[in-house]
């Protein structure tokens, strides 16, 4: 089993719609999640952290279930500028730091 | 603005080649990676290095080198023992505390350097 595993999609959804992607991971003594968004051909970049409480930012909600082992991500009434590859980190608290998902690639379409 | 910089943005290399990728942070941050992706894949680790003149192999050191010689400096070297270089490679720094990482574990991004093997 791969240590974070993602639904590479693509998924393409009209603009205005909710979408929603899960991680799942392999090493429950994982200790932080986090969600990053990667553009086409160019660097990630941090989106958001993951709480166990569950947090938002705007749009965007990210959650935590540490019994299933997965962290989850939602989008609500997507944009045309949502459209990027995003990827699940998960930091085990170890000294190699952090896994990467494959990423899931979204496409909103007008 | 505080950032990494990495160079070239674009390189080829004829096979049998060595090539070095420079990344320079001015974050002041301890720990510096590098990273390689190939497309549909998540990032996988190379090196890494949490101080100076120290660095540890990531997944996937076979036929990569790397130097920690300042705080600020973390030059990648593919060499011609690399037998799939072509890829995008990624430089990455973070914070480090006191032997750990600091609550918010997030890393920084260099904008990567694209190599293609001819």
């Known amino acids: 089993r791969k240590e974070v595993e993602q639904d590479p999609g693509p998924f393409n959804v009209p603009e205005g719609a909710t979408v929603a992607f899960n991680c799942t991971y392999s090493?429950?003594?994982?200790?932080?999640f986090f969600w990053y968004r990667q553009d086409c051909r160019k660097e990630p970049k941090l989106l958001m952290s993951?709480?166990?409480s569950g947090n938002e930012d705007g749009r965007f909600t990210a959650q935590l279930n540490r019994a299933s082992q997965y962290i989850s991500l939602l989008i609500r009434d997507s944009k045309l500028s949502d459209s990027a590859t995003y990827l699940c980190?998960?930091?085990?608290?170890?000294?190699?730091?952090?896994?990467f998902g494959s990423g899931t690639q979204l496409t909103v379409l007008p | 603005d505080g950032g990494i910089t990495q160079s070239p943005k674009y390189l080829f290399r004829k096979e049998g080649q060595n090539v070095t990728l420079s990344c320079e942070q001015n974050?002041?941050?301890?720990?510096m990676y590098w990273y390689r992706q190939d497309p549909g894949q998540g990032l996988r680790l190379i090196y890494y290095?949490?101080?100076?003149?120290?660095?540890q192999k990531g997944d996937i050191a076979e036929g990569y080198s790397v130097s920690r010689e300042k705080k600020e400096s973390f030059p990648l070297t593919v060499t011609s023992a690399q037998k799939n270089p072509t890829a995008f490679y990624l430089c990455?720094?973070?914070?480090?505390?006191?032997?750990?990482?600091?609550?918010?574990?997030?890393?920084?991004f260099g904008a990567g350097s694209r190599l293609t093997v001819l």
């Open positions: 990455a720094s973070t914070n480090y505390l006191g032997g750990r990482y600091s609550g918010a574990n997030v890393l920084t």
């Open positions: 090493n429950s003594a994982s200790q932080s």
């Open positions: 993951v709480y166990s």
């Open positions: 980190v998960i930091d085990s608290g170890s000294a190699r730091q952090l896994t």
């Open positions: 974050l002041n941050h301890d720990a």
């Open positions: 290095s949490q101080i100076v003149n120290d660095f």
